[in-house]
């Protein structure tokens, strides 16, 4: 593979990376009720890397989709895949909310409550 191909795939897959982290990042907060971008990631897997990982098992599948001989219908791999990266985000999601000692997710920031 020529370096420009390379770069061009390495570059490519890199923002499809940013896109899922970007979901993953407001789907985590919504799961706590927080605005989008106001809550750190403190526990869990590393975001950007799951991220990495999940392009990464993507690419693997529609490959792997494209050698079969006898693929499925498409619309049942975008399913699969579909699927896949819910379970993913899922998990991921629920291990990287740092819950209080009660299991509680945390307060959304905001003004504190009345007294």
């Known amino acids: 593979m020529s370096p420009t191909v390379e770069e061009h795939r390495h570059r490519a897959q890199q ?11 407001r789907l985590r907060a919504a799961a706590v ?3 989008s971008g106001t809550l750190e ?3 869990g897997p590393d975001l950007r890397r799951t991220a990495v990982a999940l392009v990464g098992a993507i690419v693997a599948m529609i490959v792997d989709w494209l050698q ?3 693929p499925d219908d498409v619309e049942r791999l975008i399913d699969e ?3 896949y990266c819910r379970q993913v985000m899922a998990s991921l999601i629920e291990r990287s909310i740092d ?14 409550a009345p007294a």
Request: cysteine-free; glycine content about 14%; overall charge negative.
């Open 15 to 25: 923002e499809f990376a940013e896109g899922l982290e970007t979901i993953a990042l």
């Open 33 to 35: 009720g927080a605005p």
């Open 41 to 43: 990631v403190t526990e």
């Open 68 to 70: 079969d001989p006898e």
């Open 81 to 83: 895949i579909a699927s």
């Open 99 to 112: 819950r209080g000692p009660d299991g509680a997710a945390p307060a959304p920031p905001g003004p504190a």
